[in-house]
């Protein structure tokens, strides 16, 4: 069974321009999570999906990120403009519906802004 | 809302040692699990092993135990017989119910080297 893929693996850009990252989760995972991870920190929620439906984006700097997950599977996770401080890992993970299922990470997006 | 603190920023024993992970939480629930997450340099997270608050006997996974300690709310990863691949950083993470699935909140994370 194939993993959380994402795209790219890493990604250099200049301040002030856009970046978008892309993530296909498992197959059959209702859930799926969108996570920051800075240097040294542990994995940070920025939003979570149950299908099509954000239910959880109190974390989502809204002014300049954005999320979708359209027809509920593949999901893209936007930034504009970018930011020095927005240099991270971004990670995506899924998981079937329900509390007591494992999520399953990807290997994530290196950001670098410049 | 829930903290989890992981006081050993780095961690280094020889192959075939034991060495012990801390883990301490704060919250107000009364449902919820713990997990022990690691990362090798490839990014990917790896759950090792997971608790849940409501179970006395500690969890195990082979060389990977668990010693929960509900009322200090400490919850640390042990593991035996290391080995090189076992080097990673390792996140203690908490987890609850909220609408409808799981959320985690990790800790700093603890650097882990295995040495030949």
């Known amino acids: 069974e194939a993993g959380v893929v994402q795209s790219p693996r890493y990604k250099i850009i200049e301040k002030k321009q856009p970046v978008a990252f892309w993530c296909n989760p498992i197959s059959g995972h209702n859930t799926l999570y969108w996570y920051l991870q800075n240097l040294g920190q542990g994995p940070e929620l920025l939003i979570r999906?149950?299908?099509?439906?954000?239910?959880?984006d109190s974390q989502l700097p809204k002014d300049r990120f954005s999320a979708e997950r359209l027809k509920g599977v593949d999901s893209t996770l936007k930034i504009q403009p970018a930011e020095l401080g927005d240099s991270a890992v971004y990670l995506c993970?899924?998981?079937?519906?329900?509390?007591?299922?494992?999520?399953?990470f990807g290997p994530g997006t290196r950001l670098t802004v410049l | 809302a829930q903290t989890v603190t992981q006081s050993q920023p780095e961690m280094s024993v020889q192959e075939a040692e034991t060495v012990t992970l801390s883990c301490t939480y704060d919250t107000s629930e009364s449902n919820y699990y713990l997990f022990w997450y690691k990362q090798p340099p490839s990014r990917q997270m790896i759950l090792v092993i997971r608790?849940?608050?409501?179970?006395?006997q500690n969890a195990t996974e082979n060389r990977f135990s668990v010693n929960f300690q509900k009322a200090a709310k400490s919850f640390s990863l042990k593991i035996s017989d290391s080995q090189l691949g076992d080097t990673a950083m390792y996140f203690c993470?908490?987890?609850?119910?909220?609408?409808?699935?799981?959320?985690?909140?990790f800790g700093q994370g603890t650097r882990l080297t295995i040495n030949p």
């Open positions: 993470a908490f987890g609850t119910f909220s609408q409808g699935a799981q959320k985690l909140v």
């Open positions: 999906y149950e299908n099509e439906e954000a239910v959880d």
């Open positions: 993970a899924s998981s079937p519906q329900g509390f007591y299922n494992e999520q399953f």
């Open positions: 608790q849940e608050a409501y179970k006395q």
